[in-house]
């Protein structure tokens, strides 16, 4: 593949012509009177017969029509999109600068229907019956702690991808929980975060779950270290830590090094991105919370997304459309950002998951090819549930200076039929993307105010615009399946922006420098010696922080 730069396709020129002459000034309420089959032009509903799943996707409210559309598939047509699709498919070595594959697909092929020749990819089935045999003891009583009891807790310990998938689909699935299994999640270097979930752990009942695909992470080797120290301080015995430590990690070695049981280790692969992992061995938490036959559902929803995606044609690829629109906005009207509003309680991680997921991935500047970019690569990704962030930022999405596109996301069904709570809900989940794509006109404000539109401050205070664009994304229910289906329609609108843009989603090079430095400081702090840092070769910003830390701390 030649990785051209996406501005050098000739789709991407003609585009930029399609924006100056009528996507800049695309007006939404003209466009909707114009076409009354608007909806289903640009609306298509994704089912599947395999699984309880079914997504309904409204695209309609964009600032697009026909040709921007077909110009806009064009582009996924040059950029070779299916090609690569393909490629990712068959296990080629699309993460270029490691050198590896990229197949969570194949953790969710539960049936084996792809066929990849790469190594581990026939282990995915015997480590998933793995975590069934442990999830199954562990839920149902049989794995006993070092004095005979039952577990009660479980604390994962990870980070990133390695904690972010797990947080939010045991909070999005709660209604599956079994509730009488407390699960928590330690991330931060912060002894704060261990120290508040020990508080509300009992050593003899505590199940810890080291989660660290390269087992090196400093945050989850230090949290690990303290939580074992924290249990033989109770244990004693160093032989009980096999009852209540489990790994789950590329890196076999590290894991037995650090004390782990080679039955107590669930093992997952190189081709396995960290913030693709939850289907992996990195789902045991969630297989502990759910059980493991509700995570075979998420599995198998996600697996039904990934047939869509590869066989779909462009047009009709839920991914696939969802990236072309982003790409729109990013590229050619200068959106920065892209929010993510579910509207449902147990939702409430899903934008910090794709924060993750969408901006480690795609925030790139260099090319496959090696050339930087001269386009805007990922967009900032962020959002909470809805109707909270109603009461918070909405204003600046409604009347600020910034275009932000946003993914409105709900179920047609509640898992807790409150009263008129969902009819609430949903109605504002309905009012929000109307109220953003039509506004309200200067005319209009004046005819409500009457005799006080002689106040021309209020009058233009409460003009709205529209033609602010957003999708809708309706599931029948959060289900396990629709979720898996769900994130995986968001993992794969990654993929297809990353083949686009022709950087590899797949690496994280970014986050390396910051921790290499973190290192070299780590000694000065130790020393507790601020003579020491003049002479360290830091700047003298850096230096005067050190400084005064050094001369300040207790
Ligand atoms: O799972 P481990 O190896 O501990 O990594 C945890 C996280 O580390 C970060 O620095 C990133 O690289 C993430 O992609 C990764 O998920």
Redesign the pocket.
């Known amino acids: 593949m030649a990785h051209k730069l996406a501005s050098a396709q000739p789709s991407w020129q003609k585009l930029q012509q399609l924006y100056e002459s009528k996507g800049k000034q695309y007006n939404l309420t003209q466009a909707f009177k114009a076409d009354a089959s608007r909806f289903d032009t640009y609306s298509r509903e994704w089912k599947s017969d395999k699984v309880d799943a079914r997504i309904l996707l409204d695209f309609s409210k964009n600032l697009i029509d026909d040709e921007i559309f077909n110009q806009l598939l064009s582009l996924a047509q040059e950029a070779e999109v299916k090609k690569q699709i393909d490629q990712m498919f068959a296990g080629d070595h699309i993460n270029t600068s490691e050198d590896r594959a990229v197949l969570h697909v194949a953790l969710r092929d539960v049936e084996g229907e792809f066929k990849i020749n790469e190594a581990g990819v026939d282990e995915v089935k015997p480590e998933l019956e793995h975590m069934k045999r442990f999830s199954d003891a562990v839920r149902s009583g049989e794995w006993k702690g070092y004095t005979g009891k039952p577990i009660k807790s479980i604390v994962n310990i990870?980070?990133?991808?390695?904690d972010l998938g797990p947080v939010m689909v045991t909070e999005a699935l709660k209604p599956y929980a079994k509730r009488d299994l407390d699960a928590h999640f330690v991330s931060n270097i912060d002894g704060t975060h261990m120290a508040e979930t020990l508080r509300v752990c009992d050593p003899e009942t505590t199940l810890f779950i080291v989660?660290?695909?390269?087992?090196?992470?400093q945050e989850?080797i230090t949290n690990a270290t303290t939580a074992r120290d924290w249990f033989l301080e109770a244990a004693k015995d160093k032989a009980h830590v096999a009852k209540h430590f489990v790994a789950l990690s590329t890196n076999v070695k590290a894991a037995t090094d650090f004390g782990i049981a080679q039955e107590n280790m669930f093992k997952f692969w190189d081709w396995v991105?960290?913030?693709y992992?939850l289907w992996s061995a990195?789902g045991l938490s969630i297989a502990l919370v759910i059980g493991y036959e509700r995570f075979e559902e998420l599995l198998r929803g996600a697996h039904q997304m990934d047939l869509h995606f590869k066989n779909a044609e462009l047009k009709d690829n839920l991914p696939v459309i969802l990236a072309l629109i982003g790409i729109w906005y990013n590229d050619f009207f200068g959106s920065e950002t892209q929010a993510i509003l579910p509207y449902d309680q147990y939702m409430h991680k899903f934008a910090d998951y794709f924060q993750?997921g969408d901006m480690?991935s795609n925030g790139k500047f260099i090319t496959k090819n090696s050339e930087r970019v001269n386009y805007h690569t990922g967009p900032i990704i962020w959002g909470q549930a809805g109707t909270n962030g109603q009461h918070a930022f909405y204003q600046l999405i409604h009347q600020g200076t910034k275009l932000i596109p946003c993914d409105f996301i709900a179920p047609v069904e509640t898992h807790n039929r409150v009263g008129e709570h969902h009819e609430i809900l949903l109605s504002n989940f309905f009012a929000q993307p109307e109220a953003l794509a039509f506004g309200k006109s200067e005319d209009e404000v004046r005819a409500e105010l009457g005799a006080q539109a002689s106040n021309e401050f209020l009058v233009k205070s409460k003009v709205f615009e529209g033609n602010r664009p957003t999708n809708s994304i309706m599931l029948q229910k959060i289900t396990p399946a629709a979720l898996g289906a769900l994130i995986a329609l968001y993992e794969h609108k990654i993929a297809v922006q990353g083949f686009i843009w022709s950087i590899n989603s797949y690496d994280?090079m970014g986050?390396e420098l910051g921790?290499v430095l973190a290192k070299k400081i780590l000694p000065l702090l130790q020393a507790k010696d601020a003579s020491k840092v003049d002479g360290a070769g830091h700047d003298s910003s850096t230096s005067g922080l050190l400084k005064f830390y050094l001369n300040n701390a207790k």
Do not use: C, P
């Open positions: 990870g980070i990133g991808g390695s989660a660290s695909k390269t087992f090196t992470t989850t991105g960290g913030r992992s990195i993750q480690e994280q986050v921790k």
